[in-house]
């Protein structure tokens, strides 16, 4: 069918909506964590970014989609937003929090990730072995991210605060140098912090699977929502692409070829993300579903930044998801049963985090 027969087929409010979106730019952030000249976002954005899979989703819409990639990660997202900068972002968990409750007025369309093992990195000889011997301790960590709320998650398990170690606000690449340079003791951190372990840099006596999963991340992809309420057909266009790429990351046969991916794309060996998906169920890990395990953690971690005076009182997660854009996308995808609802995970209680 013809472009102008299919215009007129369709509905005049759907029609309007497509009509609406001619000339319009996405502009959707991602926080960068390569440590390369390339820019990445992690194995979903990296997915997305290098096979232009949001550009196709779009393309009927006739938007464009610019991508930006931030070293300065939350904290910078929320403020390049604030300011009427960005229309969409893949963050974790607690930038987006801080978005929410500082007064940006996003909704959290859909899980991105989960159950993201952090570890514990200390310089060798520093005689840290487990939270308790952080007291005291200089801890890089850079503020306003998810590496930021899980040091205080683990913290809070061991009964510390923040006030009982020298927080150092870094950038993740400077965290690295600071560790291998021992100008820092130790870091909370993804499975970055192996690629320093194999060079023989630091140790990494424990991580979340020691922990009862504290200390772990989730992601979600925020929109704001001036564009879903101007343009509703690209925000559900929009979470159809991701859908495709998480599928394609859910699949057991995919695990070499992202990890390959995300090693070309951010500089880290491929052993780090080999790391990082150890043992972890992929359909699990890259489940878009804003299930009673997602929501759970993300009522935790909210009640966990207001504790811990990041944000000022505690909100209504509930008000801030919007769950319809979801399940009409999986609809129009046929995904529909591609994933199961969780309400638990169970994390390997393996010793050995260096395997």
Excluded: C
Excluded at 218 to 242: S, W
């Amino acid at each position: 069918m013809k472009a102008g027969r299919y215009w007129l087929a369709l509905p005049l409010i759907a029609w309007m909506s497509l009509a609406q979106a001619q000339g319009v730019t996405l502009r959707i952030a991602s926080p960068d964590v390569t440590s390369g000249s390339q820019p990445s976002g992690g194995p979903l954005v990296d997915v997305l970014h290098t096979r232009h899979l949001l550009e196709e989703a779009l393309a009927a819409d006739g938007v464009e989609v610019q991508w930006h990639f931030f070293k300065g990660a939350g904290p910078l997202i929320n403020e390049a937003m604030s300011n009427d900068q960005l229309d969409a972002a893949f963050l974790g968990d607690l930038a987006s929090i801080i978005g929410r409750a500082g007064g940006l007025r996003t909704r959290l369309l859909m899980a991105t990730g989960r159950a993201s093992n952090g570890y514990l990195g200390v310089v060798p000889g520093s005689g840290i072995e487990r939270i308790e011997d952080l007291k005291g301790k200089r801890v890089g960590i850079l503020r306003g991210t998810a590496d930021h709320l899980a040091l205080i998650d683990v913290l809070a398990r061991a009964g510390l605060s923040e006030r009982d170690v020298k927080v150092i606000n870094l950038d993740f690449n400077a965290v690295n140098s600071a560790l291998a340079a021992r100008q820092i003791d130790a870091s909370w951190a993804p499975a970055r912090l192996f690629a320093l372990k194999h060079k023989g840099l630091i140790e990494i006596p424990l991580g979340s699977q020691q922990l009862d999963g504290r200390g772990a991340g989730q992601g979600g992809l925020v929109v704001t929502q001036a564009f879903i309420d101007a343009h509703p057909q690209a925000a559900q266009h929009l979470v159809e692409g991701v859908l495709k790429a998480q599928h394609w990351l859910a699949q057991e046969a995919n695990r070499q070829a992202q990890i390959e991916l995300s090693a070309q794309q951010s500089g880290y060996p491929p052993s780090v993300l080999t790391q990082a998906l150890q043992g972890g169920d992929l359909s699990f890990v890259y489940s878009p579903l804003l299930d009673p395990y997602y929501l759970g953690v993300l009522r935790k971690d909210v009640q966990l930044a207001a504790d811990a005076r990041l944000i000022r009182k505690p909100f209504d997660v509930d008000q801030w998801v919007e769950p319809a854009i979801l399940e009409r996308a999986l609809q129009q995808a046929q995904l529909g049963d591609a994933w199961t609802p969780a309400t638990h995970y169970r994390w390997s209680t393996a010793k050995d985090t260096a395997q």
